[in-house]
């Protein structure tokens, strides 16, 4: 994209390596997500001078379109997708020659032979040399036949100097049996290395700095630990429904399509060990340790430390949802669940004891993703006298989206009174961070276009991760049971969630 040199990205935190000159293929181009967030997260990229000269976009897809009506379709979008308003039409002026259109089709063999010409007949083609990124955005049922049609076009990874990377989207197979044949079948065409499987939630910056706030920190990291804390809870709450997903979402459910991915990210970050250094590999082995930490029980003791609910209907912001299973293209004895809620522990030395419990659901009270670090609670008896039988626990909250920050909760004296309150300091990034605050996506781009690999998922990581949440299915299969229990849309679960933890003596934080 004929841009100004790349400057060293300040909005990236540490400085990255200058991104070299990459040709950005785009399959699936005519989809939501390349419209909503891909290309808009390349046109931020290219707004702050982050994407050199001889760098271009190629959408591929079956549709028979022009150059030109790819492009219009894309401005009207950026006006819509974009997070800052107004689109910069300079800016675009200066990228959008440098964004093509190459009709093919995703199963041919040939389709790929000619995307090949396609690339080499660009005039960028000179600069690039041979870089690609080439970027699933298609349904998972084509995430191999992509790969292996790169391959056998001469497209895939190269030893030459070539750069020839892979971005895939989630969700990365259907269970762990899946999940293997997917990364054997990536990694006959792409080496490990040049394969990036993405999960938005770790380009977001609440979440890479969980790393810095635990480890950089000496208030916090001697207190990580069984010692000081009571446990842990992790939540990533939709207000959305189903909508017109219900023909995918009733193959999935919420432990596969969130559980499986986004929780568990959230969830070793929490609980990892300190790395060896900051590199990759360091801190994706000690998340792979985190999951290989954690005990499966009986599938009799399992199914009794999850819980799997539907919503049955009701109202979010005073709109009318149907119950799951009038939803389009539900099956309506559907036992597919849309809100679940799992306890584990990790049996390390750090974690021995502690339970971790995560949740998440649809059409639910509120939005948000967070994790909530409960401490345990201190010794009361030097304010029994004042009637204080049980002092509030101490917790940190880990704001992840919406208002991203942190917030720690302790115990205070209440002005004029014998007694305590519970009290806040927070930390908000809005407010006190002044610097441009990149989307999830144009991290995550620039980290796959210079091979920075932290933060996305490792092959064995995500063959562990479904490891556990096929072990829940097991437990659950178990069960016989005709229909799950029941909550209500706008409410924020199902009551067995909440005797989950009360059963223990907790409860959930409120939002």
């Known amino acids: 994209m004929s841009m100004s040199p790349c400057a060293e990205p300040s909005l990236l935190g540490a400085a990255p390596k200058k991104l070299p000159p990459t040709i950005a293929i785009i399959f699936g181009a005519t989809g939501d997500l390349t419209h909503r967030k891909i290309v808009p997260a390349f046109y931020h990229l290219a707004k702050n001078g982050l994407l050199p000269e001889g760098s271009a976009i190629v959408g591929f897809a079956r549709r028979e379109k022009s150059h030109e009506k790819f492009r219009q379709g894309l401005r009207e979008a950026l006006g819509q997708f974009s997070h800052t308003k107004p689109v910069d039409d300079d800016v675009w002026g200066r990228m959008v020659n440098h964004i093509y259109y190459h009709k093919g089709d995703l199963p041919d063999p040939q389709s790929f032979v000619h995307l090949k010409e396609h690339l080499e007949s660009l005039p960028e083609a000179a600069v690039a040399k041979g870089n690609y990124l080439f970027y699933l955005a298609t349904a998972p049922e084509f995430f191999g036949p992509v790969a292996r049609n790169l391959a056998a076009a001469g497209l895939a990874s190269s030893d030459d100097g070539q750069v ?18 997917l990364n054997h079948e990536l990694q006959s065409a792409f ?48 207000k959305v429904a189903v909508g017109d997903r219900g023909g995918y979402y009733d193959q999935s459910g919420a432990s596969r399509d969130m559980l499986q991915n986004h929780l568990m990210q959230l969830f070793t970050l929490t609980a990892m060990e300190a790395p060896a250094t900051l590199e990759a590999e360091s801190i994706r082995d000690e998340k792979v340790k985190v999951l290989k930490s954690v005990p499966i029980p009986s599938p009799e003791i399992f199914a009794k430390q999850a ?21 389009n293209r539900v099956d309506p004895n559907s036992l597919t669940e849309t809100y679940v809620a799992v306890r584990f522990e990790v049996d390390n030395w750090r974690w021995s004891g502690v339970p971790f419990y995560l949740r998440t659901g649809k059409a639910l009270q509120d939005q948000f993703t967070e994790i909530d670090i409960i401490f345990k609670r201190p010794p009361s008896v030097l304010f029994a006298k004042a009637g204080e039988d049980r002092l509030h626990r101490n917790s940190l909250r880990i704001r992840i989206q919406p208002n991203e920050g942190i917030t720690l909760n302790f115990n205070a004296k209440t002005p004029g009174k014998a007694q305590t309150q519970s009290v806040n300091m927070e930390f908000l990034y809005k407010e006190e961070i002044k610097d441009y ?31 556990m949440v096929d072990n829940l299915h097991n437990a659950w299969a178990t069960q016989k049971t005709r229909a799950l229990p029941l909550y209500a849309c706008g409410s924020m679960g199902p009551v067995e969630a909440d005797l989950l933890l009360e059963r223990e003596g907790r409860h959930w934080l409120t939002p």
Do not use: M
Request: glycine content about 6%.
């Open 307 to 327: 819980v799997r609910a539907q919503y049955g209907g009701g109202f979010v912001d005073s709109q009318p949802i149907n119950a799951y299973r009038q939803e």
């Open 437 to 467: 605050l990149p989307e999830a996506y144009e991290r995550l781009i620039v980290d796959a276009l210079i091979g920075e690999s932290t933060l996305f998922t490792r092959s064995d990581e995500v063959e562990e991760a479904w490891r």
């Open 191 to 238: 080496h490990e290395r040049d394969i990036f499987r993405i999960d938005h939630y770790l380009g977001k910056e609440t979440v890479q700095n969980l790393l810095y706030f635990r480890f950089g920190n000496s208030i916090f990291e001697p207190l990580w630990s069984r010692e000081f804390i009571d446990h842990v809870q992790i939540t990533v709450a939709e």
């Open 164 to 181: 020839r990377r892979l971005i895939v989207e989630k969700p990365f197979g259907t269970d762990l049996a899946s999940a293997r044949a």
